[in-house]
Nanobody, 123 residues
Framework: QVQLVESGGKAVQPGNSLGLSCVASGFAFSSRAMAWFRQAPGKERELVAVISSSGGITNVVDSVRGRFTISRDNAKNTVFLQMNNLMPEDTAVYSC????????????????WGQGTQVTVSS
């Protein structure tokens, strides 16, 4: 079965950087798009960044554009999220997810999520 295990979340101060990792198993990783979602307390889960199966196409939402970068290593079944210039509003549980196809920005196109890793941005 699909397994997604995130790591790297922690508490940091505003302006700092943080890198998240997600190791996947149980499916053909190199043929599926991957994404990072986040969910802040009291808010709905939000799609943050998407990467195509090959890694050739990436996209992020406007609120993190220029600060967050998604990447993947298909040889290691791992997807990454590099977060720079973190802000308090970035505080959330970050989860990776696997798509049903090779690329989609539609949140409904994702079918499995990991447990998530907590990122807290506070001074």
């Amino acid at each position: 079965q699909v397994q997604l295990v995130e790591s790297g979340g922690k508490a940091v101060q505003p302006g700092n950087s943080l890198g998240l990792s997600c190791v996947a198993s149980g499916f053909a990783f190199s043929s599926r798009a991957m994404a990072w979602f986040r969910q802040a307390p009291g808010k709905e889960r939000e799609l943050v960044a998407v990467i195509s199966s090959s890694g050739g196409i990436t996209n992020v939402v406007d609120s993190v554009r220029g600060r967050f970068t998604i990447s993947r290593d298909n040889a290691k079944n791992t997807v990454f999220l590099q977060m720079n210039n973190l802000m308090p509003e970035d505080t959330a549980v970050y989860s990776c997810a696997v798509a049903k196809t090779y690329y989609t920005m539609n949140p409904g196109g994702y079918e499995s999520w990991g447990q998530g890793t907590q990122v807290t941005v506070s001074s």
